[in-house]
């Protein structure tokens, strides 16, 4: 399987406990997002790494939550202190730029989806 | 910054009827343009894209979607639908070149009625 995996595809925790959510992006791709989509809603921007750095983050990602990607590879999301406004679903997608083109399509994990009671 | 307008939140059609889902975007600069499927409790998998070149796209699952740069549209239509076809249906929107954060709209549920 060459798609993007996510681990785990269910969370359920309590309010103020940590939590923490792998992403393994298509080998190939040097670019990895994570997203939240809440219910009813399409997926929102978090932020991005190209390889090991973390080029971008939006402000719906407060103090609380942080994001790794030590070797380039695989990513991690945390967070901290977890409220009940955190419940949603939680997506990874990478890409990778076409050579000579600015093509850049992003392909989804299947999704963690966090409960928080 | 970019922006998605889809209006029908759900498209109830009968098996075998054709079905158009709209989108709208705003945009000051070039775009790229992305319609994604998601079946329940599942990831978003793309359906087709606009980069550039002929305006119609043709995709999987025989979708297709026709740029309107004047009309700033990107309407995904299928001439028959499945009852495999009933999932949501998200439009999305980058700005062109390099790297660039996808902004998706707020999604349509097909439901497809036997």
């Known amino acids: 399987d060459t798609g993007v995996s996510q681990d785990p595809r269910h969370k359920i925790t309590k309010r103020g406990q940590n939590v923490t959510f792998r992403c393994d992006p298509i080998s190939e791709h040097n670019r990895l997002y994570w997203y939240r989509q809440t219910l009813g809603q399409g997926p929102e921007f978090l932020t991005y790494?190209?390889?090991?750095?973390?080029?971008?983050k939006s402000r719906l990602l407060s103090d609380r939550f942080s994001a790794e990607r030590p070797k380039g590879s695989f990513s991690t999301l945390e967070i901290q202190r977890t409220e009940q406004g955190d419940s949603a679903m939680y997506l990874c997608?990478?890409?990778?730029?076409?050579?000579?083109?600015?093509?850049?399509?992003?392909?989804f994990g299947p999704g963690t989806r966090l409960t928080v009671l | 910054a970019q922006s998605v307008t889809q209006l029908d939140s759900q498209v109830p059609v009968f098996e075998e009827a054709p079905v158009e889902l709209r989108c709208n975007y705003s945009s000051s600069v070039s775009v790229y343009l992305f319609w994604y499927v998601q079946y329940p409790n599942q990831g978003l998998q793309l359906l087709l894209k606009?980069?550039?070149?002929?305006?119609l796209v043709k995709g999987i699952n025989g979708f297709e979607a026709e740029f309107n740069k004047s009309q700033t549209s990107f309407h995904l239509r299928k001439p028959s639908v499945h009852i495999s076809d009933t999932a949501e249906y998200f439009c999305?929107?980058?700005?062109?070149?390099?790297?660039?954060?996808?902004?998706f709209g707020t999604g349509t549920k097909l439901q497809v009625i036997p």
């Open positions: 999305a929107v980058t700005r062109s070149g390099g790297y660039q954060k996808v902004t």
């Open positions: 606009y980069l550039s070149g002929s305006t």
């Open positions: 790494f190209q390889n090991e750095a973390q080029l971008e």
């Open positions: 997608a990478s890409s990778s730029r076409v050579a000579g083109t600015s093509t850049d399509t992003q392909y």
